[in-house]
């Protein structure tokens, strides 16, 4: 497999300026024992602010992401001492050295000459205990975790994935937390980065156009393409479900029939009010490019056998639902090849619909693929208006390149609506899209960086439905309970198979290459282990912990209650006695 567009075009430091890079970083008191780059001083970015502290004195440094010293500008020190700085200051090394110097220092590492892959996960343990990122970092090689107090984001961790530098982050739950590590990450390291893939667990479709599509209530919507627990689905665009303007009666029309439409004033193409809330254009070629490698290799016979088997008790969420949807709209129960792989939707079939608001229902989960299918087709025209404007010899191959994604979009389609898609309910692709949009804005960003989501299935954003009393009514019928500790250490397992298939696909071309080339010594290991029973107990621990503490401060403030109860009741009796002992007293 060839390098990266990306990999390719970034410049190499000379064998002068490598020598230098790695004195400044290497040299100095007990860097090199300590494993963390020696640095002009110990700084950390927020928003903009670079904070150094040195021997002397505390210079405070105000600058915007422009001129970030992840792109060229390094913090200047006027304080003397130290065997790098003697040799060479940072501010005297070339651009990519000095980048790298940077990245270094914040990563606690030295991080190589060539591009790296950024790894992204939502939740460093905060919700089961466990991060969702623990198969990846399970199957790298002298892992190191940086202390969580040194980062905005959840915890950043690097190591060698199958023979290539990786770094590992935990952004922290929701779209906040999400872009302000992504953003950190990229004033830090942006230029060093080859590709990013952010992963995550979420709610899904019951199936691709769902069960309900008004007005056509008849007959609820029932075909071949069902969601199973586990599933995978692979796309650079997202939509922020929450960028609308709405009164409760609009949002509650119909109620409580489900096959109703939620009526609204604005919804997330209105950006004038909500800002960017629909997010395509930006790097939208190179994104679809990394997404296709994803879904091919996953898709693969090798990526298909490097799924974890569909545990027995995920396959009886699986057909409880199903049995329980299939009876509510009046089709025979659906059988599932429990032997297969889970299904890989890809980016012309589904889509992250965001929001910190975890909304269920069919009315709502109408609308998500309504953003959905919006978006989608906005990425077309998008696409389409590239090739128009790329015309020229000059840029044939940008018009190929247009021309070839769009049609892949399009999935066959000439058009795209909500009966086409699966949406995907969770709430941090926007959030790291938006820091990757305005951080490529910067006149200072040389290439744009590939990024896409990868989402998993670990439980559904629609209740069971049957048919209500009138013709095309529709109610919500019984409810399936939802399987937190199955579902969710199952999609983490799978989801985390299909990139870890990615990192093998590239180590195997990677060895290839090299046997070509005849150097047949030291060939990396591009073998993984997903342990996924292992993962599931520490998941089923931690969501019991959560819930004990849950309940013990429930009792608590069960007990605070009751005690001012008490207070408030004898306060009265005790006044009353108060009264009576006086009158008693007068008379």
Not at 206 to 227: E, I, M, Y
Not at 277 to 306: H, I, P, Q, T, Y
Not at 567 to 574: E, K, L, T
Request: with cysteine.
């Amino acid at each position: 497999m060839a390098p990266s567009a990306r990999e390719a075009l970034l410049p190499s430091c000379s064998p002068d300026e490598d020598q230098d890079t790695e004195r400044v970083i290497q040299h100095g008191d007990g860097a090199a024992a300590s494993g963390r780059p020696q640095a002009v001083g110990d700084y950390r970015t927020v928003f903009g602010v670079v904070a150094m502290a040195s021997i002397a004195a505390l210079l405070v440094l105000a600058g915007s992401l422009a001129t970030s010293h992840t792109k060229g500008v390094m913090p200047q020190s006027t304080v003397g001492g130290g065997a790098a700085r003697q040799e060479k200051s940072a501010a005297q090394l070339g651009g990519v050295a000095r980048a790298r110097y940077a990245c270094s220092d914040f990563l606690q590492v030295d991080v190589p000459r060539h591009a790296f892959s950024l790894i992204l996960t939502a939740d460093p343990g905060d919700f089961s205990g466990v991060s969702e990122a623990h198969h990846v970092l399970a199957n790298l090689v002298e892992r190191r975790e940086n202390p969580r107090s040194s980062s905005v984001c959840g915890q950043v961790s690097t190591g060698t994935l199958m023979g290539e530098f990786v770094v590992v982050a935990t952004t922290g739950i929701g779209a906040s937390a999400a872009s302000m590590c992504t953003l950190e990450i990229l004033r830090e390291c942006g230029s060093l980065i080859k590709d990013i893939v952010y992963f995550g667990t979420s709610g899904w479709s019951p199936q691709r156009g769902g069960l309900l599509n008004p007005p056509a209530c008849a007959v609820a919507n029932w075909n071949n393409d069902k969601t199973r627990v586990g599933d995978v689905c692979v796309s650079p665009l997202s939509v922020n479900w929450v960028c609308k303007k709405a009164s409760w009666q609009q949002q509650a029309t119909g109620h409580p029939n489900q096959c109703v439409r939620p009526e609204e004033q604005n919804g997330p193409a209105d950006n004038y009010l909500f800002g960017e809330c629909m997010f395509f254009k930006d790097n939208l070629v190179a994104n679809l490019a990394l997404a296709d490698e994803l879904v091919s290799v996953a898709r693969s016979r090798a990526g298909s056998a490097n799924f974890p088997r569909r545990p027995v008790n995920v396959s009886a969420l699986n057909a409880e639902y199903w049995g329980v949807v299939a009876a509510g709209v009046g089709h025979p129960a659906p059988k599932f090849d429990e032997d297969a792989p889970p299904r890989v939707f890809d980016y012309s079939e589904c889509m992250e619909v965001d929001g910190n608001f975890f909304y269920n229902g069919s009315p709502w989960e109408l609308k998500s693929r309504e953003y959905a299918a919006a978006t989608l087709e906005a990425a077309m025209l998008e696409l389409d208006r590239q090739a128009a404007d790329a015309d020229g010899h000059s840029n044939g191959v940008r018009v190929a390149q247009a021309a070839e994604a769009a049609t892949r979009l399009r999935g066959g389609r000439e058009h795209t609506s909500a009966t086409d898609m699966v949406a995907v309910s969770a709430m941090e692709a926007v959030g790291v899209s938006e820091a990757l949009m305005r951080y490529h804005s910067l006149r200072t960003t040389r290439d744009p960086i590939p990024f896409t989501n990868v989402r998993t299935n670990s439980n559904w954003m629609v209740a069971p439905i049957e048919r209500g009393a009138g013709v095309g009514e529709w109610r919500v019928g019984r409810a399936v309970p939802e399987d937190f500790v199955n579902g969710y250490s199952h999609a983490i397992a799978t989801g985390s198979a299909a990139i870890l298939s990615l990192h093998q696909d590239r180590c195997l071309a990677r060895g290839a290459r090299s046997t070509a080339d005849g150097n047949r010594a030291g060939a990396p290991d591009c073998s993984f282990e997903i342990r996924a029973e292992e993962h599931e107990a520490m998941v089923r621990a931690g969501v019991a912990a959560r819930r004990a503490a849950a309940a013990s401060v429930a009792v608590a403030a069960a007990a605070a209650t009751a005690a001012t109860a008490a207070v408030a009741a004898a306060a009265p009796s005790a006044a009353t006695a108060a009264v009576a002992a006086g009158l008693q007293h007068a008379a």
